[in-house]
């Protein structure tokens, strides 16, 4: 019986991407609760329980899917930097993205500014590009920096959304030909 597929570490110059772990959790919640990382998120502190689950969903889309997110931490300190990756959401947007992956970002607030970003979805989009022909992802318009860091990855707009009663923007990105492929 195949084995299920399991976060591979990425490491950057100054990061060290792994999958979830259950001890994860008083971090990640920590995250979460900050108006820093929460407000351009859905504008709402998330509880322990959701990130708990959120957490789970995350180990849970390796094995289904064989792709999905990492934690970030600082190679050094260990601290918590962010939470990096691809996820299956089937969110309920208008128009659906459901036909490709979707990347997402979150950085803790201390981390924000710093080319954290940049850096963590460099490695991570050198992973997925030899095996995942597309991306989207759903930014706030009020969101400026990430919207820039989006542009920056080679994401393009699509199109103004609509999730949960309000405007988000869909941008889309097709990985670089690669001639192995």
């Not at 929460?38 to 390796?62: A, F, H, K």
């Not at 940049?118 to 992973?127: D, K, R």
């Not at 706030?140 to 988000?168: C, H, K």
Request: charge should be negative; hydrophobic fraction near 40%; include cysteine.
């Amino acid at each position: 019986m195949p084995q299920p597929a399991s976060a591979p570490t990425l490491t950057t110059a100054r990061l060290t991407l792994t999958g979830h772990a259950a001890t994860d959790l008083e971090d990640c919640a920590g995250m979460w609760s900050d108006p820093r990382v929460y407000t351009m998120i859905g504008g709402q502190p998330r509880s322990r329980e959701d990130v708990w689950i959120r957490l789970l969903r995350s180990i849970g889309q390796w094995t289904l899917f064989g792709y999905g997110s990492w934690i970030a931490r600082d190679t050094v300190t260990g601290h918590l930097i962010g939470e990096f990756g691809l996820i299956e959401a089937r969110r309920a947007i208008e128009p659906l993205i459901d036909a490709a992956p979707e990347v997402g970002w979150t950085l803790t607030g201390d981390a924000q500014g710093q080319g954290y970003a940049t850096e963590a979805l460099g490695a991570i989009l050198a992973w997925t590009d030899p095996r995942i022909y597309a991306t989207t992802c759903i930014i706030d318009p009020a969101n400026a920096p990430s919207i820039r860091l989006a542009e920056r990855l080679g994401y393009r707009l699509r199109t103004q959304g609509v999730y949960r009663d309000a405007p988000i923007l869909i941008f889309d990105r097709a990985a670089p030909v690669i001639s192995a492929r």
